[in-house]
């Protein structure tokens, strides 16, 4: 079967609404595109679980961009994205534009007050009020039965776990391992933005994170990546439920780092 691709909201809509009548289950794996191989573990995660029909959202949010973030220059290739879709097994794409998406004087945001507020929604205020926002918004478009998300973005996974329980959305959501370069550097589209001697440097954050041990100092891990030639944003452990801050790394905690390499900020976590 050829892949479905759709461009209006509306009429992905009309279609899982029919398809859902039908009895198809529903897949939804949300990315902003430029795909690699972690969007491409998600829609295996999809698979795995049966899911008839698998769509694939790529849009860039400008919602969740702050006004110095780099929602002008991130990588943007839909033609690739949607080969890369159908050779995974993906059924649908949707494409939508920021006007099709946010009509005029679009006024109605969802804001997650709890687990949004520290780590990157301290540093990228507003960066969680419009993910919430746009999932929400696919999450009606797509009727989905699950949403598949990547442990990569740890906090949004959290985050949106939270918004689903509160608000009643009548899905599960799944959360995939980070997939990793053979280097241990996580996936991530802006890792196309680094130099060869940036990914070098960029190196320490996974390298930092494989090497904590229970009770290691989250200052040493910090200085370890100053020392390679990042800045840091922040390195964080925090309880891997609550997101509330531990003193130290143990079980049942997440490391959280973002940092940036070069003007790329990059983000990676391990839970212990
Ligand atoms: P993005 O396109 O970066 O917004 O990511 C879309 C989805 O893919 C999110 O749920 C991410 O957590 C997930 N994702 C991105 N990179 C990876 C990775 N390296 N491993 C697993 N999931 C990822």
Not at 183 to 211: Q, V
Request: hydrophobic share 40%; aromatic share 6%; with cysteine.
């Amino acid at each position: 079967m050829k892949i479905k691709v759709f461009r209006e909201p509306a009429k992905l809509q009309k279609w899982c609404r029919a398809r859902k009548l039908a009895g198809a289950k529903i897949a939804l794996v949300p990315t902003m595109g430029a795909l690699h191989d972690g969007h491409m573990s998600l829609i295996r995660a999809a698979k795995r679980r049966g899911a008839d029909e698998i769509v694939v959202s790529v849009f860039v949010n400008p919602v969740q961009f702050g006004p110095n973030e780099d929602y002008e220059k991130y990588p943007r290739d839909e033609k690739a994205d949607l080969a890369k879709c159908a050779a995974e097994g993906a059924t649908a794409v949707f494409f939508p534009t920021p006007a099709n998406m946010y009509l005029d004087r679009h006024s109605v945001y969802v804001n997650e007050e709890d687990l949004s507020r520290g780590l990157c929604g301290g540093r990228r205020p507003g960066h969680f009020r419009g993910v919430c926002t746009v999932v929400a918004k696919l999450f009606n478009l797509a009727h989905p039965d699950f949403a598949v998300f990547g442990q990569k973005d740890y906090q949004q996974a959290q985050v949106i776990r939270r918004m689903v329980r509160d608000l009643n959305f009548d899905l599960k959501i799944v959360v995939a391992p980070i997939v990793r370069e053979k280097s241990g550097l996580a996936r991530s589209s802006r890792n196309a933005y680094l130099s060869d001697a940036e990914r070098g440097k960029a190196l320490a954050i996974s390298k930092g994170l494989g090497e904590l041990k229970p009770g290691s100092s989250l200052k040493a891990l910090s200085r370890s990546l100053e020392k390679a030639g990042l800045v840091v944003d922040y390195v964080e452990c925090v309880d891997a439920e609550t997101l509330e801050p531990r003193k130290m790394p143990k079980k049942g905690c997440c490391v959280l780092v973002a940092a940036f390499c070069g003007k790329t900020r990059l983000i990676d976590n391990r839970v212990l």
